[in-house]
């Protein structure tokens, strides 16, 4: 399929109430043209509702909602260039699958010619070409969401939306199929809006995430920045695992020192020199974090072996240091700890995030 005309995306001040009860919160949000932006966040958090917005199945008690230049706050669903894919596929089952990834271009008059070898290329980039006359019920769950998504594609909209559409997949579809969906998006450079829970989801599709709390915007920016440089406790335990300790702050500046226990650590994040000499929050991922045995003469924090999983490639490990209990994960071939074990946890960066909030 050819590269669609994409539109750039932006909620201006949107707030949306349902009675009494508002879910929106002055939201400002701004989605490039051509980028994969996801609204990741708990449930109830306002990311479903924002992408309702954008679509026009909701629209908003106040503030505005821009595709490209238009404003289309107060336009129906039906009057955007926008198409959906829906966590329940929301295929038509007395349909073909030929008929159902044709039927928009049927309701828009175009002819049977036409439509046919459109609906050829659509299903031809989702990998199911030849499977036209099929039905609904003949097919998997993973072909069933390929063919939304090119039920959604053949329109070739300005900005495609994405509603948490690989929930009812297993894990081994979900990774390919959020592959799939990714390479079908970079291809053809269309503006997508994607929503899920699933932290590695997020990570793995993204251009920019949008982590949601409380119907406000907790944070914006690329995965590596959510995940590496959080700005709040809430950001950093819900993008992944974080051992969430307390150190002090030893130098500031451009660059910040910290000191937890005996362990010096250099971050490149910023820090005032307000803070030095003063305790805050410290996210730690479990990949920062690397066991020793206790003899070793290392800098480290004391430890004990409370629990450990071997899941293939790595060995989980659950160690209590100073009456708090940490995470980390040891690639399989480094030396192994059973559990009640006494050793040393060793803190590297990347992966340590200081958190003055």
Known sequence: MKKHESSRVQLLNVVKSFGDNTV??????????????????PSGCGKTTILRLIAGLELPTSGQVFLGDEDVSVLSASQRDVA?????????????????????????????????????????????????????????????????????????????LFDEPLSNLDSKLRRQMRED???????????????????????AVSDDVVVMKDGEIAQQGTPKELYLQPHTK?????????????GEVIAGGEKSLLRIHNVEI??????????????????????????????????????????????????????????????????????EFAVGDTAKVLITPPGIAPIPE
């Open 266 to 335: 250099a971050t490149d994040k910023p820090m005032s020199t307000d803070l030095i000499s003063k305790t805050i929050e410290i996210a730690i991922r479990p990949e920062a974090l690397s066991l020793i045995p206790a003899d070793d003469d290392a800098a480290g924090l004391p430890c004990t072996i409370v629990s450990r999983a071997y899941i293939g490639a790595a060995i989980e490990y659950s160690v209590k240091w100073n009456g708090q209990e940490l995470f980390l994960v040891s690639a399989t071939g480094n030396q």
């Open 234 to 246: 809430f950001v950093a335990t819900f993008m992944g695992d974080a051992n969430i300790v307390q």
């Open 84 to 160: 959906m894919v829906f966590q329940s596929y929301a295929l038509f089952p007395h349909m073909t699958v030929g008929q159902n990834v044709g039927y928009g271009l049927k309701m828009q008059g175009v002819g049977k010619e036409k439509r046919e070898q459109s609906v050829k290329e659509a299903l031809d980039s989702v990998g199911l070409d030849g499977f036209q006359p099929r039905y609904i019920d003949q097919m998997s769950g993973g072909q069933q969401q390929r063919v939304a998504v090119a039920r959604a594609l053949i329109l070739e909209p300005k900005v495609m």
């Open 24 to 41: 929106l919160h002055g939201i400002d949000l701004d989605i490039q043209a051509g980028s994969l932006t996801t609204l990741l966040g």
């Open 181 to 203: 969906i990714r390479r079908l998006q970079q291809e053809l450079a269309v503006t997508s809006v994607y929503v899920t829970h699933d932290q590695d989801e997020a990570l």
